[in-house]
């Protein structure tokens, strides 16, 4: 039994004649109905543009977006409301970082650091801005266990790294990257710290200020949110020294012929009318995480993993990447192949079982490159995944080779 099934009536429907086994939360999670209420509540009752108007239903909007940018201060740990920046998604709170500090401030023959596993959302931002300003690109590579080893951190951070960006939770491998030792060496060296936590938020509690990191991304889709919300943390020092990324409407104190000059933070980064029913929902989800707890949140997803790796070792040519033994710092996340088969092959065939997994390069080509595949499958698992979610898996994908007529 389900204990969230009546929270998420979207697990509750059937694929392809079978219920649904959802195991793709690693793109994107599903949204319970007190998220989908609060969004539904806001566009019937308080919509308005905020900021900008002084009759009443403006200045509700405007306290909604408020409220929520301060319950994400608090989720988070950031020191002020004005360090949380609202965006699109993880991948524009990236961008910001790349176009807004690492544009201005790094300079021909410094070093960017990051491990060859990232996303490309924290890659290639990074490329652009190397071509740029002729810097270097440094990879740091995980071992067959998926870990960054001490070692590997200390060859590759150095007093020529100024910037250094690293997932706190790796999308394909589930290694928990130990950011905070990152962190303590990259400022050591005199460089800044990116963090992609858009993996992390939604399954650990994650504080900017034990972390370490000097900038924080992550999505709201990923934590049940919706669509279309994400939050950039940043340093109140280094925002201020910080150029506007996108130039237009609200963003602005005083507009000249010749010459502008802005607001101050956080609208110096939030031009144009905002995600305000995005960021109410983003304030709904984080209610909801905190009343499921991320104790039980972080048992549920372990025990998962536990399980289903257990599972997939007695399945026969059934290979497993960022090895198995490395489970104490992993997150639910499994990518896989199965020997002799595509993996679309193998993401279809569990498809026609209602079973959702990921197949593709998951935007980490580098990482693809590294472990010498095109491709992988991924099956990753959210508080609301059971057993009986994982049972479903691991039979289908025994018949895989069979069906394909390449025996078990």
Not at 115 to 123: A, R
Not at 152 to 172: F, G, Q
Not at 197 to 214: F, I
Not at 359 to 372: F, S
Request: aromatic residues 8%; charged residues 25%; glycine residues 8%.
């Amino acid at each position: 039994m389900n204990p969230w099934a009546e929270d998420f009536p979207i697990l509750n429907q059937k694929m392809n004649g079978k219920r649904l086994v959802y195991l793709d939360n690693a793109a994107t999670s599903q949204r319970p109905l007190p998220v989908i209420r609060a969004v539904d509540e806001f566009y019937r009752t308080q919509n308005a543009n905020p900021h900008r108007g002084l009759y009443e239903l403006s200045v509700k909007a405007t306290q909604r977006y408020e409220d929520a940018r301060s319950a994400v201060r608090k989720f988070i740990g950031a020191g002020e409301d004005c360090e949380v920046i609202f965006t699109r998604n993880a991948s524009e709170s990236l961008n910001l970082v790349a176009y807004s500090y690492g544009m201005t401030f790094l300079r021909e023959g410094d070093e960017i650091a990051l491990p060859v596993s990232e996303h490309h959302s924290n890659l290639v931002p990074w490329q652009m801005v190397a071509k740029a300003k002729g810097a270097k690109l440094v990879y740091l590579y995980p071992d067959r266990d998926g870990r960054l080893t001490d070692e590997e951190i200390d060859a590759k951070i150095t007093k020529r790294t100024k910037l250094v960006a690293v997932a706190h939770v790796s999308n394909v491998l589930g290694s928990v990257y130990p950011v905070r030792k990152i962190a303590d060496r990259a400022h050591a060296a005199g460089a800044v710290v990116v963090a992609d936590c858009a993996q992390s938020v939604p399954h650990r509690r994650v504080n900017v200020q034990e972390l370490g990191a000097d900038f924080m991304a992550f999505s709201g889709h990923k934590m049940m949110a919706p669509m279309g919300i994400g939050v950039l943390y940043g340093r109140k020092e280094l925002l201020e020294k910080m150029p506007p990324f996108l130039r237009g409407g609200e963003m602005i104190e005083y507009v000249h012929e010749q010459d502008s000059t802005f607001a101050p933070l956080p609208q110096k980064f939030e031009a144009g009318t905002q995600n305000v029913g995005g960021a109410v929902g983003l304030e709904a989800a984080i209610r909801y995480l905190e009343g499921v707890g991320y104790d039980r949140i972080q048992k549920t997803e372990n025990e998962l993993l536990n399980y289903t790796l257990d599972g997939l070792a007695e399945i026969p040519h059934v290979v497993v990447y960022g090895g198995t033994r490395n489970r104490e710092n992993r997150g639910g996340v499994i990518s896989f192949n199965v020997e002799g088969v595509h993996p679309h092959d193998v993401a279809s065939i569990l498809d026609a079982d209602g079973i959702a997994v990921r197949a593709g390069h998951h935007c980490a080509q580098p990482l693809m490159d590294y472990l010498c595949v095109n491709s992988t499958c991924r099956a990753s698992f959210y508080f609301y995944n059971t057993k009986e979610d994982a049972d479903a898996f691991l039979e289908s994908l025994r018949k895989v080779r069979g069906w394909l007529g390449l025996g078990a």
